[in-house]
Structure formats: C-alpha cells, structure tokens
C-alpha cells in the first residue's frame, strides 16, 4: 500500500472518482462527505495527504485546513469550484500545499497529490525494477544506464506501472490512473503499452497477462 490520502468532498460523483482514481494509481485512498470526523480520521487513518473540499457542509475546507495545520503534518490539497485569486490566496497563505479548481482532469488532481507527496518524501520520486530506473519527477528514464526517450503520455503510464510493479493491472485501471476516464476505448492503453514495451526493449519487463492486464517486474513470467 502506497501513501494515505484522506478525500473529503461531499459531491459523491466527484468523491467516488478521486477515490477510485487514487487507489488505481496505488494510493490507500478514503472519502468522507464533511469534515465532521476529522481529528478522528487523522488520529486514526494517520494519513499524509488530504483532499479536502471548500464548500462542504459544516466547517469548510478553510475551517478544515487549520484543523490539519494543528493536528497532523500531512500535505493539503484544496479542491473546489472557486477560481478567485483571493480563494486560492486564503488556501496557500493558510498552509495548502496546492489548489485545484473544478472542473479538473482526474488524472491531473492524482500528478498533483503525487507531486506534493514526493516534494514531503512520502512517496519515492526514483523506482527501479531490474536494471530500469524511473525518475518520473526528473523525467529520467534509463535502462542498463542508458537514457530512454518517452513522450509525456509514456512517461505517465511508465510511472503509473512502476508505481503499480509486481502488482496486475487491468485496462480500466490503467485508464483511470493515467488518463482520469473510464470511458475511452481501450485500444488506447494497447497502443500506448505497445509502444512503451518497444522503447523499453529487451529482456521484456512490461508483461501481457492474458485476460487480467499488465504488469511491470524483472523476471520473466
């Protein structure tokens, strides 16, 4: 299990996809429709982000923000539908490590918590899986030393399954980690997987699983 993040937004559409989103990109994720369990929840789900809602019932996320800033050491991701220079100016000056506006691309609000937990060094910014190592926070990819060359689409989904290593993960999975939707075709992550294993060359280490998905590991299967 990755890092924690704690989601609280009372729009259950959103809730459930930055939920769902997070826990593909291998995040132990958690949702609450308000902040009324707060100081437990940090107490006790201890976790190293929060997502947290401006406009929520109850205290807002301004209220909810000092409470983290007291209570805990995680790292705060504003989310709300306020795009006001002074909205976004009250969250960062009260201690908000990031803002996002709605409408947002899921793919997006999960580069941005990724983002914020590597600059606390919750999550590593370097993986390596046999002789490939991965900086997706530098944009380094090398294999054996060598340098790889990647477009941002391939880097993401090398760092969405190097996140994921060992572990299988179905198409859907892959398409809500790394492009925010459930709803392309999923030809599209054939192609994308395709040309990342030609670039990624030989032994193979991005691995077919026959009716499951993919996944990334040294050894063959």
Same mark, same amino acid.
């Given at each position: 299990m990755g890092a924690r993040v704690l989601v609280v937004e009372d729009a259950e559409a959103i809730r459930t996809a930055v939920v769902a989103g997070l826990t593909a990109a291998g995040y132990g994720a958690a949702?609450?429709?308000?902040?009324?369990?707060?100081?437990?929840?940090?107490a006790r789900?201890?976790? !190293?982000? +929060? *997502?947290l809602d401006v406009m929520l019932p109850g205290r807002d996320g301004f209220a909810l923000l000092d409470v983290v800033r007291r209570s805990s050491d995680a790292g705060v991701v504003m989310l709300t539908a306020r795009d006001a220079v002074d909205d976004r100016l009250r969250g960062l000056h009260g201690g908000a490590? !990031?803002? +996002? *506006?709605?409408?947002f691309a899921l793919a997006e609000l999960v580069a941005r918590v990724t983002a914020v937990l590597r600059r606390m060094g919750r999550t590593p910014s370097t993986v390596e899986i046999g002789d490939?190592?991965?900086d997706a926070t530098?944009?380094?990819v090398r294999r054996g030393g060598e340098p790889i060359e990647l477009t941002a689409t391939e880097l993401r989904l090398l760092d969405?399954?190097?996140a994921q290593r060992g572990r299988v993960v179905s198409k859907g999975q892959i398409l809500t980690g790394v492009w925010g939707y459930t709803d392309y075709d999923p030809n599209l992550v054939e192609v994308?997987?395709?040309a990342l294993r030609r670039k990624l060359g030989e032994p193979r280490l991005l691995h077919t699983v026959r009716g499951l998905g993919y996944v990334l590991r040294a050894e063959q299967p």
């Open positions: 949702g609450r429709v308000d902040g009324r369990t707060l100081e437990d929840d940090l789900f201890r976790p !190293d982000l +929060v *997502v490590d !990031d803002y +996002v *506006v709605k409408p490939l190592l991965v530098a944009g380094e969405y399954l190097a994308h997987v395709s």
